[in-house]
């Protein structure tokens, strides 16, 4: 089956630690997406990457990197100099770039900070 | 900065009804429209594209686009409490650098 793992599911973390976030397809598709979603919001882009070994920061990329290693993975690091890391992350890919391809989504990972 | 409002909810409507839901968006060169829809605690997940004027039916669901007003709706037929969500809008426009901008969404209710 086709698609887009993410882990872990549930995430803690203490205040001033780093936390990477996994994403892997299968999808073959080129462009992957990291998107944050806070309660009563939509989806706010952080990073994209339309190819291997490069990626652009979206709207909301500070306090977050990314790599674009292998086709396959994107992985996000939510970093300590993130305000408000608490939120529920969404990777997604599409087959062509992000103007005319509807993007598939993974589960998703919900990220606590305490 | 690119909009895309969706601004009329929480919409609740009767088992078997008609559910319309409306999105406005503000970058006139906008070519591909998209609705997804999210259960709570879930990843959205695609039901509707549509890229030109006019009315996209698939199943219960339509798309109607008109470009001119610059809005994009999505009307559910005889709603089912198994479609009570919240139904997220996205836009984009055509271009190098385009992206995909979504609305806030609208969550919607089917009472049994």
């Known amino acids: 089956d086709g698609g887009i793992t993410q882990s872990p599911k549930y995430l803690f973390r203490k205040e001033g630690q780093n936390v990477t976030l996994s994403c892997e397809q299968n999808?073959?598709?080129?462009?992957m997406y990291w998107y944050r979603q806070d309660p009563g919001q939509g989806l706010r882009l952080i990073y994209y990457?339309?190819?291997?070994?490069?990626?652009q920061k979206g709207d909301i990329a500070e306090g977050y990197s990314v790599s674009r290693e292998k086709k396959e993975s994107f992985p996000l690091t939510v970093t300590s100099a993130q305000k408000n890391p608490t939120a529920f992350y969404l990777c997604?890919?599409?087959?062509?770039?992000?103007?005319?391809?509807?993007?598939?989504f993974g589960n998703g990972t919900r990220l606590t900070v305490t | 900065q690119k909009e895309v409002e969706q601004n009329s909810g929480p919409l609740s409507v009767p088992e078997g009804a008609i559910a319309s839901l409306n999105c406005t968006y503000s970058?006139?060169?906008?070519?591909?429209f998209f609705w997804y829809r999210q259960y709570s605690g879930k990843s959205p997940e695609l039901i509707m594209s549509?890229?030109?004027?006019g009315d996209k039916e698939d199943g219960r669901f339509t798309a109607q686009l008109n470009k001119a007003s610059q809005y994009v709706s999505l009307l559910i037929r005889d709603s089912q409490p198994s479609d009570s969500a919240t139904y997220l809008c996205?836009?984009?426009?055509?271009?190098?650098?385009?992206?995909?901008?979504f609305g806030k969404g609208i969550t919607l209710s089917v009472r049994p």
């Open positions: 997604a890919s599409s087959k062509g770039p992000q103007g005319g391809s509807p993007l598939h």
């Open positions: 970058d006139r060169v906008s070519q591909s």
């Open positions: 999808l073959n598709h080129d462009a």
């Open positions: 549509i890229y030109s004027n």
């Open positions: 996205a836009v984009t426009s055509t271009g190098a650098n385009s992206k995909l901008t």
């Open positions: 990457s339309q190819i291997v070994n490069d990626f």
